[in-house]
């Protein structure tokens, strides 16, 4: 796999992309992000890291560190639900298209 750069604009309309704010109980692990949603949704791994690189849905502590993923934000990318995602993307963690991704996958609600 390339090192490619994460993407700074959403590609359908060129948008520059706030930060995911990602909290610790609905970060995970690229091998969990597998685990997850790899035959539910029939994709590979290579599938999944690109998918997160694209719409820019890890962060790294450091250069090296694991990825830290956010779980409900690759499954609204997965589902192609760009609007949920992109209230997420907010912290709109209120909306309840954003809350029913939390609820399928078991992912507690950070309230800030």
Do not use: C
């Amino acid at each position: 796999m390339t090192n490619a750069l994460p993407a700074k604009t959403a590609p359908e309309t060129g948008e520059r992309l706030r930060p995911l704010y990602i909290p610790r109980a609905e970060a995970i692990t690229i091998q969990r992000a597998i685990d997850l949603f790899r035959h539910d949704y029939n994709v590979s791994e290579d599938t999944l890291r690109r998918l997160v690189i694209k719409h820019r849905l890890h962060n790294q502590t450091m250069p090296g560190a694991p990825w830290r993923i956010s779980a409900p934000g690759l499954a609204m990318a997965l589902d192609g639900d760009h609007e949920a995602l992109a209230r997420l993307r907010q912290d709109d963690r209120e909306h309840e298209d954003v809350v029913r991704y939390f609820r399928r996958l078991g992912t507690p609600l950070e309230r800030a």
